[in-house]
């Protein structure tokens, strides 16, 4: 299995095969609202404005698993995202990434590239996957990572 082999429902509720970026490099991101690490949320436009062209995707996903800081609706998720950071990279329906109601597709990304320590669980929101155009999980970024530090990992997936 792969990343291509998942499906997720996009913010309009619509059901998403990501097979639809195969061949594609990927970052996926938890992401919340009320959080710290939010401002990234520019930093994540950034690289997709960036890196577009080259076929970089960002793909965000709001999780409230983490001190409640995704309350919102997922209408009330993208007008926040839009209007506050012109967020324009494909977001999907709050999701859980830890616990037994975790997404499938997050139960894949800690299982492939665990964190420190080798624990799988995610520790808070905007932890970032790098995924290369063949699907596989090629690394796993802690929340605090800022999103520019990433730009040098993509390049080379990019190639």
Same mark, same amino acid.
């Given at each position: 299995? !792969?990343? $291509? #082999? $998942? &499906? =997720?429902?996009? %913010? #309009?509720?619509?059901?998403?095969?990501?097979?639809?970026?195969?061949? *594609?490099?990927?970052?996926?991101?938890?992401?919340? &609202?009320?959080?710290?690490?939010?401002?990234?949320?520019?930093?994540?436009?950034? +690289?997709?404005?960036?890196?577009?062209?080259?076929? +970089?995707?960002?793909?965000?996903?709001?999780?409230?698993?983490?001190?409640?800081?995704?309350?919102?609706?997922?209408?009330?998720?993208?007008?926040?995202?839009?209007?506050?950071?012109?967020?324009? $990279?494909?977001?999907?329906?709050?999701? #859980?990434? !830890?616990?037994?109601?975790?997404?499938? %597709?997050?139960?894949?990304?800690?299982?492939?590239?665990?964190?420190?320590?080798?624990?799988?669980?995610?520790?808070? !929101? $905007?932890? *970032?996957?790098?995924?290369?155009? #063949?699907?596989?999980?090629?690394?796993?970024?802690?929340?605090?990572? !800022?999103?520019?530090?990433? =730009?040098?990992?993509?390049?080379?997936? %990019?190639?």
């Amino acid at each position: 299995m !792969n990343v $291509f #082999d $998942f &499906s =997720a429902t996009a %913010l #309009d509720g619509q059901a998403v095969s990501l097979d639809r970026y195969r061949g *594609k490099v990927l970052l996926i991101v938890n992401t919340a &609202s009320a959080c710290g690490f939010t401002p990234q949320y520019k930093g994540l436009e950034e +690289l997709y404005r960036q890196y577009g062209e080259r076929g +970089l995707v960002v793909l965000g996903f709001p999780c409230n698993q983490f001190g409640k800081q995704e309350p919102g609706t997922e209408a009330e998720i993208g007008a926040f995202c839009e209007k506050n950071y012109g967020v324009s $990279f494909p977001m999907f329906a709050k999701v #859980d990434v !830890n616990g037994e109601g975790a997404h499938p %597709l997050f139960q894949h990304l800690k299982g492939e590239k665990p964190g420190v320590l080798g624990t799988e669980g995610i520790k808070w !929101n $905007f932890t *970032k996957f790098l995924v290369g155009r #063949d699907g596989e999980v090629a690394k796993r970024y802690a929340p605090q990572t !800022n999103p520019a530090e990433i =730009a040098g990992d993509i390049e080379k997936l %990019l190639g």
